[in-house]
């Protein structure tokens, strides 16, 4: 029964997605008459926090572009979607444009670049395998070996997938690290200034000490020297004169 459910919810998730790519790839195929509205839209739909991790999903260009092709796409997107062109809706225009300025920026750096290059590369690795082990296992049970991912555009939507999920699962381990880096710096913090205090207790403890000390020490010599005056005093009390013997006279 929970694996039925499973399966149907998994289904139900298939569905969404294919129904949302769908959507999507129609959108692109309208690219060169999009209004800064539909971009907008795009850009800002839901879910947008993690397909916007892709910054070439974002400026709808393909990986092999040339840098004066992202050049391009750059300034012609973000004209659509700029805060001054759009200003019956300032706020969505202005998240709309930081999602593309932002993933311009980071296609700008070699390194950041390479990182999304290669999560794309390893979608579609993930996917050639998947169909080379679902082929396997169709070989084996002696059936077709015919799967949907020989179709070059259902190829194409699933390392679109994959590489969507892979986007997300670096993002959520990153946000899972920063919290934990935050964290462990809080508790470090909390220690430092811990120990600051009790530093301070004993700084202040230390300096009471010595300023009381002179007092103590005249404080024990008066007690002292009392002492022995009353113990002088007391012996003298008790002395008594010699006892003058009598000569016996003979």
Known sequence: ????????????????????YTEVKQIEKRDSVLTSKQQID???????????LNPFEVLQIDPEA???????????????????????DPDRSQKAFEAVDKAYKLLLDPEQKKRALDVIEAGKEYVEH????????LKKDGKCQDVEEDDPEMFKQAVYKQTMK?????????????????????????????AAEKAKRDREWQKNFEESRDGRVDSWRTFQ???????????RSFLKPPKVKMEQRE
């Open 166 to 194: 892979l986007f997300a699962e670096l993002e959520i381990k990153r946000k899972e690290r920063e919290a934990k880096d935050m964290h462990e710096r809080k508790r470090a913090r909390e220690e430092e200034i811990e």
């Open 42 to 52: 795009r850009l800002l739909r839901p879910g947008s926090s993690y397909f916007n």
């Open 225 to 235: 020297a009392k002492g022995k005056k009353s113990k002088e005093k007391k012996n």
């Open 1 to 20: 029964m929970a694996a039925a459910e499973g399966e149907s919810s998994h289904s139900v998730s298939d569905e969404l997605f294919q129904n949302f």
């Open 130 to 137: 998947n169909v080379k082990e679902k082929k396997k296992q």
């Open 66 to 88: 040339t840098d004066d092709e992202l050049k391009k796409r750059f300034r012609a997107l973000s004209i659509l979607v700029h805060p001054d062109k759009n200003q019956d």
